[in-house]
């Protein structure tokens, strides 16, 4: 959150606010956090879902990537975090990766499609407006 207010870059500025440590337990908890480690030293870490939130989708077979959290100075962690889930919604029957991001976030949601993540459009909540892509899973 430091590098991206560093780098004047609005996205998390107010996530441990909305975000608080309790969820992080909970998915820890629930066996729904992974963590990637390069040389033994944590370097991402991501929550799979099946819980929709602001998709209102609870009948597509789909996962759900939250809280994609990545170590500054590592590179290509994204495609690591995306194979990894890939190969969980394979393994457990889903056809559909899907995640969101700030509408107004140009660079995430450029990462986002660059992995072949597509948007399906577009929300808003009380806190912010937002773009929801998906990717198929055998793509």
């Known amino acids: 959150m430091e590098w991206f207010k560093d780098n004047e870059i609005k996205q998390w500025s107010k ?3 909305n975000h608080p440590k309790e969820e992080f337990l909970e998915a820890i908890e629930n066996k729904n956090f992974y963590i990637i480690k390069v040389n033994n030293e944590l370097v991402a870490g991501f929550e799979i879902s ?5 998709w209102n989708d609870d009948t597509t077979p789909a996962y759900y990537i939250y809280k994609v959290v990545t170590k500054v100075g590592h590179k290509d962690l994204g495609q690591i975090i995306f194979d990894k889930c ?3 919604a394979k393994r457990d029957g889903k056809k559909y990766l899907r995640l969101d991001c700030l509408k107004s976030n140009e660079k995430l949601n450029k990462i986002y499609e660059e992995h072949n993540f597509k948007l399906v459009r577009y929300g808003k909540n009380d806190k912010y407006s937002y773009s929801l892509r998906e990717m198929k899973v055998d793509e």
């Open 50 to 54: 099946t819980n929709s939130k602001d």
């Open 15 to 17: 996530y441990l606010q």
């Open 86 to 88: 890939k190969e969980l």
